[in-house]
């Protein structure tokens, strides 16, 4: 269930506490992890690891998800389908925080960043090709006994 927020509840906000506005709905890790199909485990080791941080956190110390904190989750879980590693991701969503705050300037980043995100595929798709080679010529073997 969402928090609703009114004028006594605050948060710590990059070691700060601020007055939450009236207007902003916070989730807590468990609903929070439910709408995103995450485990709350892995939300945690997101946190950890400063791929998807919490907004903030209550006076209690538990974290809140802001709404926007959903679609930073879609993308990992997007970028983790790419079979991209946890440093890969936050090189991604580095870049996509950069096209947010400056457009014009990382058009060419995103391209670079895009092309070797391409060439890194080939490769893996290069690698897997020739382990269903060798497994096939294996079970070959193995029939042949």
Same mark, same amino acid.
Request: hydrophobic share 40%; proline share 3%; aromatic share 4%.
């Given at each position: ?11 710590? $906000? %990059? ?17 929070? &992890? ?37 679609? %930073?989750? %879609?993308?990992?879980?997007?970028? %983790? ?10 090189? &991604? $969503? &580095?870049? $996509? ?16 960043? /895009? ?12 690698? /897997? ?12 073997? /193995?029939?042949?006994?």
């Amino acid at each position: 269930m969402p928090i609703s927020t009114n004028s006594t509840l605050t948060l710590e $906000l %990059r070691c700060r506490i601020i007055p939450v506005r009236d207007e902003v709905a916070f989730m807590l890790i468990g609903e929070f &992890a439910e709408r995103t199909g995450l485990s709350q485990r892995t939300v945690r080791h997101y946190d950890e690891i400063q791929v998807l941080q919490a907004s903030g956190r209550s006076e209690a110390g538990y974290r809140l998800y802001a709404p926007a904190d959903l679609d %930073r989750a %879609r993308i990992i879980r997007s970028l %983790r389908a790419l079979s991209l590693t946890h440093p890969e991701i936050k090189d &991604a $969503l &580095a870049t $996509l925080d950069l096209v947010d705050s400056d457009p014009d300037a990382t058009v060419s980043t995103i391209r670079r960043d /895009l092309a070797i995100l391409i060439s890194d595929i080939e490769a893996r798709e290069c690698s /897997l090709r020739e382990q269903v080679r060798v497994a096939s010529g294996f079970i070959d073997l /193995l029939r042949s006994l």
